[in-house]
Every structure is written in C-alpha cells, then in structure tokens.
C-alpha cells in the first residue's frame, strides 16, 4: 500500500506548463544579457541563470525596488512558470516595497532537469545563495514565500534559517501524502513534510488559505498555523478557493500588514506585538472594500494563480471534496486530468 500511494504522490506532485510560457535567449546588444521577450522589458528586473548543486541550471528573475524595506524569495505553486507569475512579481514588489526573488523549479520553464523533491530543495537553496553573494541579502532582511506546493521548499529552508525577517505560506499543504488523504502519522515515502518541519520555524509566520479551497483543504494551513512557534494574525479568506485568493481586497492589505509589523519588529530587537492568541482567530477574516489586488494590463488569467486553469474548468460547484482519498481510489484518481496543488 505505502508503495502504490508513494508512486501517486510523486506522480501527481508536479505539472510543469507545457509547453513553458516563455523562452530565454541572450541579447546581444546588452553584452549577452539574459531576457524573457515573451515579458514587458524593464530596467528593474535581472533575469538569471543559477547552477544548483544537483547539476541542474534554474531561471529566476530578480525585481529591484529603489525604496525597499526587505526582501522576498517566492516559491511559486505547482502549474505556473516564471512567464506565468512575472506579473504577479512586478505587483507584489510595487505594493510591498520589497524585492522579490522568483524561480523556476527544476524542469519548469526553461530550468534544466526533472522536478523532483529533493531537485526543489537544492533549487530554493540555489536561488537563496543568490540573493546572498550577488545582491547582498541577509537572513534579518528575508521573507521566504511559498504557496501550495512552493510551501515546501520554502518550510525546509526555513527550517534551517533561524534568522529569518518572516515566513509567508499561501495555501500550504500539511504533506504531500496528506493532501491525497488524511494520513494520522508522517510515512518515510511522504514528500514535503510541512507538518513536522514548521516547528523548527524560529521567525514569525503569516499563514493564509481560503475556506473553499478544493484542491489543499483549509485544514492543512489552520493545522500549519496552530504548530508555528511565532504566530502572525492569519487570513482565513471566507470563499477562496486554491487559485484566486489574489483576487480578494484583503489578501494585499493583510499581506502588506505583515510586512510592515515585522519590519518594525526587527528594528525594535524583536518585539512580540505581531503574536497573536489561536482563540481570537478562530473566524474566519472578512474581505475588506480596499487596497483591491490588480495586476496591470490585461495580464494573462493564469499570472495570478498557481494552478494549471484546465483544473478549475473541470470542476463542479457541487463536487464533493476530492482532494484526500485513499489507495483503493486509484482507479478513478488516475483518470482525473490531474490533482494539482
């Protein structure tokens, strides 16, 4: 059994856009420059080319802002790519006032190899001595963010970073097991074990997740939350679902808060303002009537989401919820287009 449901975890874990949405070529009339023509070119962003220590070489983009507070390392979800999400990126660090580091996995985009767990890890690992030697980040001035599948990478290297200015989870999944069905206990053949890395999380974390989410359940991250060690007030979107959480005024206003608070909270040697009690987050947050999220001009409908968008067309509002199942379901999980998450 632990066999056959390891198989589907690592077979259903990844679903790279194919083909990729953009290409990456050299402009010669830059010295030989790296860009994205498929991207609105723009003096603030540097697109990279990092060798990780699996072999493989990933792409990232890196977008500079002239009056930054921090810095964001952003783990993207399982069926986008950097053409995809570089609107999302140039939003995020205009609101934010950060910059905002952005890669592909291993095997998306234009990355070399295969994606794979432990490919993940060393491509996080690649993309954050980047941001260290050639940009000169420190780990006090580093908010790692990961949605869905990208909370993976992003818990581990957390994990290991007692440092860090914050950690921001955006639909995470408690394991990768987990999300095919409710497991009790963390199997060897499991695959991003959140739940037992978040406990070695030393800085504050911002969890948010929708209520209606059908592809990772609301449980994963209230049950993520409840184990941090320093917790940052949550969003628990009313109605969100897995991709579109974007979308709703509060996520940006909630987004900047945390960015904001913990700024403030490492200029002041650490203050504990920002921890909040679990009792009085027990409801979920309501959408609010400002600071609405837009990504500029008629971007792509896939830029703001991290799902592949054939997943939300093929669903019914009445499904029930099938994101948790056991083994003796593989039959009818393999003829799904695919659990994307």
């Known amino acids: ?4 449901t ?7 874990a990844f679903f790279p856009p194919s083909p990729p949405s953009y290409r990456l070529i050299a402009d010669d009339s830059c010295a ?4 994205i023509p498929e991207v609105p070119r723009r003096d603030d962003v540097d697109v990279l080319k990092l060798r990780t220590r699996r072999g493989n070489d990933i792409v990232a983009v890196h ?3 002239p009056r930054a507070s921090a810095t964001l390392l952003y783990s993207h979800g399982n069926a986008a790519d950097l053409g995809q999400m570089f609107p999302l ?3 995020l660090s205009l609101r934010l006032r950060v910059n905002l580091l952005g890669y592909d996995y291993s095997g998306y985009g234009q990355s070399t190899g295969k994606p794979t767990e432990c490919n993940t890890y060393a491509d996080i690992d690649a993309a954050y001595q980047c941001l260290k030697e050639q940009y000169g980040v420190k780990d006090e001035q580093l908010i790692l963010y990961g949605q869905s599948v990208g909370s993976g990478p992003t818990l581990d290297l957390a994990s290991r970073l007692p440092n860090l200015r914050g950690v921001v989870l955006h639909s995470p999944i408690l394991s990768g097991l987990r999300v095919l069905y409710p497991a009790k206990r963390t199997y060897w053949f499991d695959i991003y074990k959140n739940i037992d890395k978040i406990g070695m999380v030393n ?3 911002l969890v948010i997740h929708g209520t209606a989410d059908e592809v990772v359940d609301c449980s994963h991250g209230k049950q993520l939350w409840e184990l941090c060690k320093e917790k940052y007030e949550p969003l628990w979107l009313s ?3 897995h991709s579109n959480l974007e979308l709703y005024p509060e996520f940006i206003k909630h987004l900047k808060k945390f960015v904001i608070t913990i700024g403030k909270s490492k200029a002041t040697n650490g203050s504990k303002k920002h921890m909040v009690d679990s009792d ?3 409801k979920p947050s309501e959408v609010g009537t400002s600071d609405t999220f837009e990504l500029g001009a008629d971007p792509p409908e896939v830029s703001r989401n991290s799902l592949d968008s054939r997943l939300e067309k093929s669903k019914k509002s009445n499904k029930p919820e099938k994101s948790r199942m056991s083994t003796d379901h593989v039959d009818r999980f393999r003829r799904r287009k695919g659990l994307v998450w």
Not at 1 to 4: D, E, K, P, T, W
Not at 32 to 35: F, P, Q, S, Y
């Open 6 to 12: 390891s198989s589907i975890a690592a077979k259903f």
């Open 1 to 4: 059994m632990g066999g056959v």
């Open 239 to 241: 109605g969100g679902g």
């Open 63 to 65: 977008v500079k802002h």
């Open 32 to 35: 030989g420059k790296l860009v």
């Open 203 to 205: 800085c504050p974390v």
């Open 89 to 91: 990126f140039v939003e």
């Open 280 to 282: 009085s987050q027990s």
